[in-house]
């Protein structure tokens, strides 16, 4: 078996007494999607930041592509070929969505071509006509899909998406949906969602989290069958 | 008119406008107005220094003055050493850019937060006050320069022509110095503003959290910045040491640094003119202010209005609460808020029907 | 061994009369999160009420004990009005406007008493310990240092107030929603915080005299005490005064009073980068 893209070893992070994440052992393979379900609380967005380097890790180790970049600074992790879109959107509020997208595109390239690929990234997020626009003034939807933009500029190996779809009406829902696969046809992701229906759309493989540990990892169908995470997480939703 | 034109109209004018001020003023003004209108250029390229590290790196600096005063002694020391101008003036703009550097170091590569910085900011201001201003015995001295403690360190050598001696700088002369460097400040700045050095920081300014998730390391673009401000400011200090051939610590003080605040903020952040027009306009003001004094008699509202702190404390809370972007910031939103009623207007009148 | 002991009030007159110029501002920042940078313009008024109230007549230890608190919360209470409450949540805004107050504050008092320095003289005379002399009002000041940070320690534990400040400083929702004006508190607070700093200045002008631009001297060393020291209010300061007052009254006895300063303001600026919460941030956290 080829060696994985991304592994954590024991991963855990202690915030005083509180463990919101223990003991992670979590591969992922080159090319894979994968969706991490769980209650709110689990664990999911804590592992996010020590995969990118935003918290250091209590104990235990990320590699990425066999190299430990569980100690490294944000920014490090970034240029390793990590992007991240956060829960709620982190985007340049100031700035238009054209150079929020160019200050992204612009740290692997320069002048015509810079230019050229940020114009070919408005297209692609469906905001061209909306390129000089502040930022900060766009709808919800709208800021989400510029954050969208900002990752895949960096053109990232691995992409994690939390909470990609919170939010959006089921149209846009769909077209994330989309966008999703096609990003995967190149690239690794790991998303975060409630969205069931989402999840639904693009899962392959699923992890579940718990109280800060993996309580299963399975194909989505199984995970669907699976009572244990019915009772945790699915149950309240199918009883809606 | 699109965003560039405008841009671009704006850079065309305050150049002409800059040139214009710099060859016609001394031909026109008396000598006291020229030497007035000196030290304003002068404050302005250290107000510019600010505009830079605040209004765009978005780094609070509360001790700015630190550097202008680092700028301004070392000159002075370095003259009273050396009697050419060529290397004071090259180590009034190193010396104070090494200590921004290495002060920015401690701060940013630290991790300390925005306020915490305006406190250590301050801090150092008042170490260096209280250091410099304690020097007044005999004992205190660097090569042939005496420090003078309180008293401060007069009749300061003047500049002279790069590698010249015998060419000294006249008034007159100062005045083209100062305005030229200036307008070179202004105009450099707006390249480094336009370059991708300028978008990062202003990026980092907007969201250093996303800056840093998309591979920039902010400390190193904050301490980059601060650096260039602390040289600016310590050039800025060089001169101001030539223009009065005299520095004293008060130029370190809380006083010096909050004037430099309120030039900007008046002014407004984010933008570079703004601290230029609010550092000549506030100066106007007090010296207007300052005039008033000798005749102003005894009676209470006449200190109160000769007094400046009194009116720039005024004048700080009233833009806090009031206009707390900015003089020129505020007017672009009027403006534009005017035009677009107007375009408004027009369409309205051309396509009654789709009004909605 | 006498010189021991007087070394040793030194220090303790050094701390306490750090702590007593902190707290104030310490229990604004504490609780409100508000960072006033005109702290030491309140500490000079102190010092002028007291001054002008002993020139009208009135017993020294009334004009310092009574009347500057009174005068100086009052106007800590019309400056909350009418300038702080505008800016909660924006602490850079907040420490500006507090600066053109400060400002505004010395313009308005060299104005009125002109720019020269006041004094009055300590009351109570010298003690002496074995072949040296010291003032006793250098006890008083300590003295007083230990009931004011004891009464405050006794206001926030036992006290109605006391127990709504906890409430509002951990959650302004939480305390209107058991029925408390946060408005009020917010505006109460900023008065006991100014009333505080008022009575130190006032404590202190005898010692240092008073002039509208003391505040300076006060500022930076009330600042890194309290950011030194962290969120909480009274072990924080303490904490802090101790470190502080004891590193500047060594310095002081080793080489000048300014460079006992100078290492004062150093030593807080490690502090600070080594410990960016503060004293309290790292220990003592669930302390008052």
């Not at chain 2, 809380?254 to 003119?273: E, F, K, N, P, Y």
């Amino acid at each position: 078996m080829a060696s994985p893209l991304l592994e954590t070893r024991s991963l855990s992070m202690h915030f005083g007494g509180v463990r919101a994440v223990s003991d992670v052992n979590f591969t992922l393979a080159e090319g894979e999607l994968r969706c991490l379900i769980g209650p709110n609380g689990a664990g999911k967005s804590t592992f996010f930041k020590m995969l990118t380097g935003q918290l250091e890790p209590s104990h235990g180790q990320v590699l990425f592509r066999g190299q430990d970049i569980s100690r490294a600074h944000a920014h490090e992790v970034a240029r390793l070929g990590i992007g991240i879109k956060t829960q709620v959107p982190s985007v340049f509020d100031g700035l238009s969505v054209r150079e929020n997208i160019h200050l992204a595109a612009s740290r692997l390239h320069s002048g015509a071509r810079t230019r050229r690929l940020v114009d070919e990234m408005l297209e692609r997020i469906g905001l061209a006509h909306a390129a000089d626009r502040v930022v900060g003034q766009l709808a919800h939807g709208q800021r989400q899909w510029v954050e969208l933009g900002l990752v895949l500029s960096t053109d990232p190996q691995l992409i994690l998406l939390d909470e990609p779809a919170a939010g959006m009406t089921h149209e846009e829902v769909q077209k994330t949906a989309d966008l999703v696969r096609e990003i995967n046809r190149t690239k690794a992701l790991i998303v975060v969602e409630h969205d069931m229906q989402f999840i639904r759309m693009i899962a392959k493989r699923v992890t579940v989290f718990n109280r800060g540990s993996i309580l299963v990892e399975d194909t989505i169908e199984n995970i669907m069958r699976n009572p244990l995470v019915r009772d945790i997480y699915l149950g309240k939703q199918a009883a809606a | 008119m699109s965003g560039r034109n405008l841009n671009l109209l704006g850079l065309v004018l305050v150049g002409v406008v800059g040139l214009i001020f710099m060859f016609f003023t001394p031909h026109f003004a008396d000598l006291d107005t020229v030497l007035e209108l000196t030290v304003y250029m002068i404050m302005a390229i250290l107000a510019l220094s600010l505009a830079l590290v605040w209004g765009y790196g978005g780094i609070l600096c509360f001790g700015q003055s630190a550097f202008f005063g680092l700028g301004a002694y070392t000159y002075a020391i370095a003259m009273f050493n050396m009697g050419e101008s060529t290397l004071p003036v090259v180590l009034a703009v190193i010396l104070p850019a090494a200590f921004a550097a290495l002060l920015g170091y401690f701060m940013f590569y630290g991790r300390i937060s925005d306020v915490y910085l305006g406190v250590i900011t301050l801090t150092v201001t008042l170490i260096l006050f209280n250091s410099v201003n304690s020097t007044a015995g005999p004992e205190f001295h660097i090569g042939a320069a005496r420090l003078g403690g309180f008293n401060g360190i007069p009749g300061i050598p003047p500049l002279n022509w790069p590698f010249n001696k015998g060419a000294a700088v006249d008034l007159e002369g100062m005045f083209y110095l100062s305005t030229g460097s200036l307008l070179l400040t202004y105009f450099g700045l707006r390249l480094l503003l336009a370059s991708q050095f300028g978008r990062i920081i202003v990026g980092i300014r907007e969201n250093e959290r996303r800056a840093e998730l998309l591979g920039y390391d902010p400390r190193a673009y904050k301490l980059a910045t601060f650096t260039i401000g602390g040289a600016l400011a310590g050039f800025a200090g060089c001169l101001f040491a030539n223009w009065g051939a005299f520095v004293s610590p008060t130029i370190f003080g809380l006083a010096q640094s909050a004037q430099i605040i309120i030039w900007v903020i008046v002014g407004g952040r984010g933008t570079l003119i703004g601290p230029v027009i609010g550092c000549i306009g506030i100066q106007w003001l007090s010296a207007a202010l300052g005039a008033n004094q000798p005749s102003g008699g005894s009676d209470l509202w006449s200190k109160i209005f000769a007094n400046a702190p009194l009116i720039l404390g005024v004048i700080l809370i009233a833009f806090v609460l009031l206009v707390p972007r900015g003089l020129v910031p505020t007017a672009a939103d009027v403006a534009a808020f005017v035009l677009r009623g107007r375009r408004r207007r027009e369409q309205r009148g051309l396509e009654p029907q789709q009004a909605e | 061994m006498d010189l021991f002991v007087l070394l040793a009030i030194q220090v303790l007159y050094a701390v306490a009369s750090l702590a007593l110029i902190s707290v104030g501002l310490a229990i604004i920042f504490g609780m409100m999160r508000v960072i006033n940078l005109a702290h030491g313009e309140f500490l000079m008024l102190g010092g002028y009420a007291a001054i002008v109230a002993t020139s009208h007549g009135i017993s020294i230890w009334i004009s310092m004990l009574i009347v500057a608190p009174i005068v100086v919360g009052v106007i800590g209470i019309v400056v909350e009005r009418t300038i702080i409450r505008f800016l909660y949540g924006r602490m850079i805004d907040t420490m500006l406007a507090t600066w053109g107050l400060s400002l505004f504050l010395v313009g308005l008092t060299t104005a009125i008493f002109g720019n020269t320095t006041v004094g009055i003289s300590a009351p109570l005379g010298s003690i002496e310990i074995g072949a040296y002399r010291t003032s006793a009002y250098t006890l008083f000041v300590i003295g007083i240092s230990v009931v004011v940070l004891g009464t405050i320690f006794a206001g926030l534990r036992w006290t109605r107030l006391g127990l709504i400040a906890r409430g509002t400083m951990q959650n302004a929702n939480m305390a209107a929603a058991l029925g408390v004006n946060p408005p009020r508190v917010y505006a109460i607070t900023f008065g006991i915080g100014a009333a505080l700093s008022g009575l130190a200045g006032a404590v202190l002008a005898p010692v240092s005299g008073v002039f509208p631009t003391i505040g300076v001297a006060y500022i930076a060393k009330a600042f890194i005490t309290v950011i030194g020291g962290g969120a909480a209010i009274l072990s924080g300061t303490v904490s802090a005064a101790v470190l502080f007052g004891t590193i500047n009254q060594i310095a002081t006895f080793v080489t000048t009073p300014v460079f006992g300063e100078v290492a004062l303001l150093g030593a807080a600026v490690i502090l600070i980068r080594v410990l960016p919460q503060g004293i309290t941030g790292r220990f003592f956290r669930r302390s008052l």
